[in-house]
């Protein structure tokens, strides 16, 4: 990408870049949710609650869209402008005859149950089809996590399968629900394949 990541707003979210000068945020974000986030994550390494390890993170994401790669953002509330509360990326951006991408998203146990997420998930599925000019959103939740089925089913994406043992996370290898959306404006024309 050539051109700057752009701030996106919904009703009552503003989406961040990452940046490094989340780190710290970030690293309170995630002590806080520590628990909360354990049954869908890996194990955390010996760094992971450290500000060093979210600000070395942030610049390799930050580096993902310069390169095309992908695009990750923190959500903040808009009446509370320095409260982060959750975030959702597009990773695995793939050019070429795919034109597709890997959703994935994490919200604040605090903040579950009021639409947050549906705002955030809407201004990044616009942000991949108009902005990105994507053809393919992918997103895959575990079977247990009815928050993720019902939270991609309204927003439109559709189960294509089941990966068994898919991702090593929280100590062992975890089945998925395999879901997508697709982008059914898509214009081959508007991309270089």
Not at 33 to 57: C, E, K, M, Q, V
Not at 97 to 116: E, H, I, K, P, W
Not at 129 to 135: A, G, M, V, Y
Request: hydrophobic share 45%; with cysteine; aromatic share 10%.
């Amino acid at each position: 990408m050539s051109i700057a990541q752009a701030v996106l707003t919904t009703e009552r979210l503003t989406l961040r870049p990452v940046d490094p000068m989340f780190a710290l945020p970030m690293l309170a974000f995630q002590l806080k949710n520590r628990d909360h986030f354990a049954p869908w994550d890996p194990i955390p390494g010996a760094l992971y609650f450290t500000s060093a390890y979210w600000s070395a993170r942030f610049k390799l994401r930050a580096r993902d869209w310069l390169d095309g790669r992908g695009a990750s953002y923190l959500l903040f509330s808009r009446t509370e402008p320095e409260l982060l509360i959750g975030s959702i990326s597009l990773s695995n951006i793939q050019r070429g005859v795919m034109q597709s991408c890997t959703m994935g998203y994490g919200l604040g146990r605090d903040y579950q149950g009021q639409g947050l997420m549906r705002e955030a998930l809407d201004a990044m599925v616009q942000l991949a089809f108009s902005h990105l000019k994507l053809h393919r959103i992918q997103a895959n939740y575990q079977p247990h996590n009815q928050r993720s089925a019902t939270l991609l089913a309204h927003a439109g994406f559709v189960i294509e399968g089941h990966a068994s043992q898919y991702l090593f996370l929280d100590g062992a290898w975890r089945d998925h629900v395999m879901t997508a959306l697709i982008n059914h404006d898509y214009n081959p024309a508007d991309v270089l394949l």
